[in-house]
């Protein structure tokens, strides 16, 4: 069973950047994808970004972040990434790191592992 503990939230301001944590417990099987969704109040949870654990080259990411939002891995210490630049208040939400067995999936319903959360907040 995987499990996952986010990090590196808080309240920013706009426009700093700001990299997010996922740590898992134990080595991430082979077979996996990672990802990063986020939940803003009264919205539906969205993907950001994913990733195959092993073997993956190309990170997978939704239209509405690429070019600002970018996810990498650490394989050695189980824990995958999120940096985000250019921090605006729209990205206020909590954000989260998901497992699945199998190829980066878009909806939320897809992942099995989920950890708790870290809010990110950004205002002035």
């Known amino acids: 069973q995987v499990q996952l503990v986010e990090s590196g939230g808080g309240l920013v301001q706009p426009g700093i950047s700001l990299r997010l944590s996922c740590a898992a417990s134990?080595?991430?099987?082979?077979?996996?994808?990672l990802a990063w969704f986020r939940q803003a109040p009264g919205k539906a949870r969205e993907f950001l970004a994913g990733?195959?654990?092993?073997?993956?080259?190309?990170?997978a990411y939704s239209d509405s972040v690429k070019g600002r939002f970018t996810t990498s891995r650490d394989s050695a210490k189980n824990t995958l990434y999120l940096q985000i630049n250019s921090l605006k208040p729209d990205d206020t939400a909590v954000y989260y790191c998901?497992?699945?067995?199998?190829?980066?999936?878009?909806?939320?319903?897809?992942?099995?592992?989920w950890g708790q959360g870290t809010q990110v907040t950004v205002s002035s």
């Open positions: 998901a497992a699945r067995r199998g190829v980066v999936a878009r909806r939320a319903p897809d992942y099995t592992n």
């Open positions: 990733v195959i654990w092993v073997g993956g080259t190309t990170p």
């Open positions: 134990g080595r991430i099987p082979s077979g996996y994808a």
